[in-house]
């Protein structure tokens, strides 16, 4: 099934991000050599993967949802179909699961709160850093970068283009270009970063080649990016979320 999971990856992963595009060819390439490359008929799916479950090392929760979502994907797109095929519900109770991390799905309810607790700030802090924490969080959210890989990210690897309603985000991440889709109610601050960032750096006097500036103009480290959001959770009023929870919840949202 090689040729299905090249054809899985262009076609129907292009949209994601480079770190949802490893995990699900990673947990798709995964079972598939399980079960020698062949699956008999969608009749056998939800029973190999229980299977390959019990086979394999134990799991924590959350892992085995991921992986569940990522076959399911794979097999809808491969056979052209919307059934359910695996039920996470009927999967979980028959085999043995780790405890999970602290990990948390942050739902799209609260990160709306943290993005419009950001927005109500606008008054009290420059609106280079109200813009900066919105984009470093939707690349989080709906990327699933990590913040290290947003650290080292410089001007010139950033571009927004608007196609229609939705907003489309290149980065030229290491060498690799990846791509980040939003609804343009919420990444409206994204077209406005850089012109906003420009004027800051000309307020301070000073160049420096870093997309995500700190307030002394300097790059921005993943140590604030991470206290930023335990600040904006807290002031949200919903509960703590860190990095991994962001991410987290992109790869187990995305289908």
Do not use: W
């Not at 390959?52 to 134990?58: T, V």
Request: glycine fraction near 4%; aromatic fraction near 8%; hydrophobic fraction near 35%.
């Amino acid at each position: 099934m090689s040729e299905e999971v090249d054809r899985f990856k262009k076609e129907f992963l292009t949209k994601h991000s480079s770190a949802t595009i490893k995990a699900y060819e990673r947990d798709v390439t995964d079972f598939l050599a399980y079960n020698n490359g062949r699956i008999t008929s969608l009749e056998h799916v939800q029973e190999r993967v229980i299977q390959y479950f019990r086979d394999n090392e134990q799991y924590a929760r959350s892992t085995v949802e991921r992986k569940v979502a990522s076959l399911t994907s794979f097999f809808r797109f491969v056979h052209n179909t919307k059934d359910q095929i695996i039920k996470i519900d009927e999967v979980l109770p028959v085999i043995e699961t780790k405890p999970n991390r602290d990990g948390k799905i942050v739902t799209p309810e609260q990160y709306s709160k943290i993005i419009n607790t950001i927005r109500s700030k606008e008054s009290k802090i420059h609106r280079v850093f109200i813009a900066r924490d919105i984009v470093t969080f939707n690349l989080l959210y709906f990327g699933g970068l990590s913040a290290s890989s947003l650290g080292k990210l410089n001007s010139t690897d950033y571009q927004v283009e608007q196609i229609d309603c939705n907003l489309n985000i290149k980065l030229n991440h290491i060498g690799n270009i990846e791509s980040v889709n939003l609804k343009k109610e919420n990444g409206i601050e994204s077209k406005d970063y850089l012109e906003l960032r420009e004027d800051f750096l000309k307020m301070k006097e000073t160049t420096e080649e870093a997309l995500f500036l700190n307030k002394n103009a300097k790059r921005l480290s993943d140590r604030s990016i991470r206290r930023h959001l335990e600040l904006y959770c807290k002031n949200a009023g919903i509960p703590e979320a860190n990095i991994y929870d962001l991410r987290r919840s992109t790869l187990i949202g995305a289908e």
